[in-house]
């Protein structure tokens, strides 16, 4: 539903371009309609696979814990770059300025809501498992992506924020073996961090 309603500026906008009379090549509302129709195909798509069967256990394995990263920041970097985006419109629409500071109002919006969007879109293809054997993080677009590092070689446990993490208080949990490239895992995402990672340090 989030990429449909976020598709509707892109696709009028385009199609007010493409369609409609103004001073303006007709091309160039066709990436704005292409781009309109990429979130929504995208979105229904994700919606479709976004709930993923629970992992094959072990015998005398349980999941502990199961998490999806929260989409707080996801929508943080989407809401900043609505007005870039209006304002962009607004100036090409309503006023005779250089086309110069619409393109660059335009450009940043885009910035941070496409990035927004794409966090968005993994946040949802992703969830993480702690078992009382190890910690999965699976990842499913296309295939399924699954890494995992069991408890006992665990060697380090380390959080992180970012500026716009920490205003809207979730973080990320870095969990890392001694056992070479490929054995770690980052949880990102997640809310109460610290009480997270202090439950992971407790079952290490």
Known sequence: MWSTLLSVPFLAGG???????????ELLGVPLMVFAGFILVMGWYIHLVASPPAPT???????????????????????LGIPFLAVAGYLLFGTTVPYLYPMLAFVGGLYLFSTGLLTYWTNSLTTYYITNERVMSEFRLLSLVRKEVPM?????????????????????????????????????????????????????
Do not use: C, W
């Open 15 to 25: 199609g007010y371009i493409y369609f409609g009379e103004t001073p303006y090549p």
């Open 57 to 79: 256990l072990r015998e005398g394995e349980e999941i502990i814990d199961t998490r999806h990263p929260t989409q707080k920041a996801a929508l943080i970097k989407v809401i």
């Open 152 to 204: 006992e070689k665990i060697r380090a446990v380390r959080e992180s924020k970012s500026p716009i993490e920490t205003l809207v208080g979730v973080g990320n949990i870095r969990v890392s073996s001694g056992g070479g490239v490929g054995m770690e895992i980052t949880i990102r995402n997640v809310d109460s961090v610290t009480d997270f990672a202090d439950r992971l340090r407790e079952l290490t």
